[in-house]
C-alpha cells in the first residue's frame, strides 16, 4: 500500500473507470464487512494510482538498508537497543561519532540519517529531493511512507473522482460518508494558526 513508482501500468481511463466501479460498489453495498473490504481496495488503488508520480521507494528502501549494514552491525541504526548514559556520555566527549548528526548518500539520489527516537535508539528517515518519503519509528510501529506534494496532489484527484461518484448514487438515499479528514479544508483551523 506504499506507493512506489513503476507499480501500475494503467492509462488514467483505466484508472477513473476502476476508482468509480469501486466507489458505485460502496455507495450500493449495505454489508459492513464488505465496506471495510472495498475501504482497503480504494487504498490499494490509490497507492498504484499515486505511484505514476512516486519516487521508487523499494529502491531508495533497498540502498538504505545497505548503507545501514555498512555501520558494522550497530543495533541503535536499526532503531533497536537503549541509548545509555555512557552513549550519550562519549558523544559529549567527542570519543564516538553521533549517528543522528550523519547523513547516508543514496545511489538513487536520496540520503539517509537515523535521528534519535524518544524510546531509545535510533530510526530511518529517508529523504527524496529534500522531502521525506519514508521513515522508520522503531520496533512495533515499523515503516511508514510520507506523500511527495506531487503525491499529495494525485492523492486529492483520486478521492475527487471517488467521492464525486460516490455522492452521485448516494445523494437522496440517506447519509454521506464523510470525507478522510486529511482531505477536507480546515479554514476554523487556518485562521487559529
Request: aromatic share 10%.
Amino acid at each position: 500500500m506504499i506507493p512506489s513508482a513503476g507499480k501500475s501500468g494503467k492509462s488514467k481511463a483505466e484508472f477513473t473507470d476502476e476508482i468509480k466501479d469501486l466507489a458505485r460498489r460502496a455507495a450500493n453495498t449495505t454489508s459492513k464487512a464488505e465496506l471495510e473490504y472495498l475501504h482497503r481496495q480504494r487504498t490499494e488503488l490509490c497507492a498504484k494510482y499515486v505511484s505514476d508520480v512516486s519516487p521508487d521507494r523499494k529502491a531508495l528502501y533497498q540502498q538504505a538498508a545497505n548503507a545501514l549494514k555498512g555501520q558494522d552491525g550497530n543495533p541503535k541504526c536499526r532503531g533497536i537497543g537503549e541509548l545509555s548514559l555512557l552513549d550519550f556520555l562519549e558523544a559529549a566527549e567527542g570519543r564516538k561519532e553521533n549517528l543522528a548528526e550523519k547523513k547516508f548518500a543514496l545511489t538513487g539520489g536520496g540520503t539517509l540519517t537515523c535521528p534519535t527516537l524518544t524510546d531509545g535508539g535510533h530510526g530511518a528517515d529517508i529523504y527524496y529531493q529534500g522531502t521525506k518519503v519514508l521513515t522508520y519509528l522503531g520496533s512495533g510501529y515499523g515503516w511508514a511512507c510520507e506523500r511527495t506534494p506531487a503525491e499529495r496532489e494525485k492523492e486529492r484527484e483520486f478521492y475527487e473522482i471517488y467521492f464525486n461518484e460516490y455522492r452521485s448514487l448516494k445523494n437522496g438515499k440517506g447519509e454521506l460518508e464523510a470525507m478522510p479528514d486529511y482531505l477536507e479544508e480546515k479554514p476554523s483551523f487556518d485562521r487559529r494558526a
